[in-house]
């Protein structure tokens, strides 16, 4: 290997300043995509038929749209018509929309692997339709679906790296203009590759410390 | 126990599955601290019938009346007359995710609205009454199936109900587990609940009913006192019934 030809204190703001703006864009995007989801698998499932087909037009609409357009629409698109967002706000819009696509299927088949008696039950007691969702639905179907959900998480960390396309400098963006600059591409996308292994890696711990934490004996194991 | 006080009418009940007529008018009154006990072929719509009565299913005509409320057409009032209707099913349909203590007090807190440590004394208060007071903190999962019924009974008793809808409720146990549900239902009858019983336990039907009611094809045939069924006139369907039971 030649010696490095770029300095590293040169190098580690870029990255760093990069990195910010990747964890800006994940932790932004992940809750609202979860809800997003949540409440389109709802919609589906539980939605009188206009609003499930709604909920089912856009679950076809934002997985089959290639999440690169979908950025350039937002972001390059729309100010045609007279909406305008920031880079980082455009690419923040696109993952929630398409992450919370994804993880209505997840949640969707969630809830309809749980049985109609939970329903019958709950109302049995008292409870309104959405109460029941809420309190004994959602909590059974969550935990059917965290391993899905999880999935959809890494692809997030991995997809965040997109919004450099629509000029948000995340940390592959900054990287990639730095490496432009020194010619210094394989080390540079080694370091980056290695930033998101090690974010892939917490989060699979995360994510494997809640499954443990929210498990219950018997439940999701029969 | 028994009172004049009318407490539930069902009055001409229908319902149909497409072609199917699974209720063609089907008729009663309970009265408060009475046991009613429903037999009969598989399919003459037993099932349908509890499950019209706190409108679980939607009848196509005929009324419910509940202390003299009309239940049927009660729109979005339907949630209120289900706190006072309890339920216990074949198969328990317990809250898997939460505890025997959470199945219980979820309802307190959500629909009854009780705050916590209330909730939690009368959650705890109902465990004991059916004796599970050392399975508090168990899940469903955890559970034998005579405890699980037994935690559904107390989950469908802390809601105070004015009436108990069972479903079959030992049908998918063994006799073992069926003798300490009945015991506890035997008891709940003893002290006055007001019970409507689908089930095929025809000895503890005859113990504890005020009245038997033998089903068939989504009508009530034939009902009367239990002590009458071995001799009267009225019984004649439901003794033949009964006799090709025990072959
Ligand atoms: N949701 C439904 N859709 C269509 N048909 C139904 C539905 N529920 C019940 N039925 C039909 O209605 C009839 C009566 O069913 P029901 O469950 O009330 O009978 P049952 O007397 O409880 O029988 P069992 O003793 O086997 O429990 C059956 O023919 C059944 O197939
Ligand atoms: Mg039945």
Redesign the pocket.
């Known amino acids: 290997m030649t010696m490095l030809n770029f300095d590293f204190e040169l190098l580690l703001p870029v990255l760093y300043q990069g990195a910010l703006v990747t964890f800006g864009l994940i932790l932004v995007s992940a809750p609202f995509g979860f809800l997003n989801g949540i409440l389109i698998a709802v919609g589906r499932v539980y939605g009188n038929r206009f609003i499930s087909t709604l909920c089912h037009g856009y679950v076809l609409f934002f997985k089959g749209c290639p999440l690169l357009l979908l950025l350039f629409i937002i972001y390059f698109g729309l100010p045609s018509i007279g909406i305008t967002f920031t880079a980082f706000t455009s690419a923040v819009i696109g993952f929630i929309l398409c992450n919370g696509a994804y993880n209505s299927e997840y949640l969707r088949g969630g809830i309809q692997s749980i049985p109609s008696g939970q329903m019958t039950a709950a109302l049995s007691l008292g409870m309104s339709r959405n109460q029941a969702i809420r309190n004994v639905i959602l909590p059974q179907a969550l935990r059917r679906s965290l391993p899905g959900l999880s999935n959809e998480f890494i692809y997030l960390i991995k997809y965040s790296s997109l919004a450099y396309m629509i000029t948000v400098v995340e940390i592959t963006g900054a990287g990639k203009t730095f490496a432009t600059k020194y010619f210094a591409f394989f080390e540079i996308f080694i370091l980056i590759g290695l930033f998101y292994l090690g974010l892939v890696t917490i989060a699979g711990y995360v994510i494997g410390r809640v499954e443990k934490r929210i498990a219950i004996p018997g439940f999701g194991r029969k | 126990m028994m009172t004049d006080e009318i407490i539930l009418r069902v009055e001409d009940i229908h319902k149909r599955?497409?072609e199917?007529e699974?209720l063609k008018g089907v008729s009663f009154d309970v009265q408060r601290g009475e046991t009613k006990v429903f037999i009969?072929?598989?399919?003459?719509?037993?099932?349908?019938?509890l499950?019209c009565i706190n409108q679980l299913?939607v009848p196509d005509s005929g009324y419910i009346w509940l202390n003299g409320e009309e239940v049927t057409h009660a729109g979005p009032r339907i949630n209120q007359y289900r706190q006072k209707i309890g339920m216990v099913f074949?198969n328990f349909n317990l809250f898997d995710h939460l505890t025997a203590l959470g199945n219980v007090e979820i309802a307190l807190l959500r629909v009854k609205k009780m705050n916590r440590q209330e909730a939690r004394k009368k959650a705890l208060m109902e465990l004991e009454q059916v004796g599970l007071s050392d399975k508090v903190n168990s899940y469903p999962a955890e559970l034998s199936g005579g405890q699980a019924q037994r935690l559904s009974i107390a989950r469908a008793l802390a809601m105070d109900p004015e009436v108990i809808l069972f479903?079959?409720p030992t049908s998918s146990l063994d006799p073992e587990l069926t003798r300490e549900v009945l015991e506890v239902m035997r008891r709940l009858a003893r002290n006055g609940m007001t019970m409507l019983i689908?089930t095929h336990e025809m000895g503890f039907a005859l113990s504890v009913a005020n009245e038997i009611l033998f089903?068939e094809h989504?009508l009530i045939v034939e009902k009367g006192p239990p002590s009458e069924i071995p001799t009267s006139q009225n019984f004649t369907r439901t003794r033949q019934f009964l006799g090709s039971f025990q072959d």
Do not use: A, H
């Open positions: 599955y497409g199917n699974v009969g072929p598989s399919g003459t719509g037993k099932s349908t019938l499950r299913t074949q479903d079959e689908v089903m989504g």
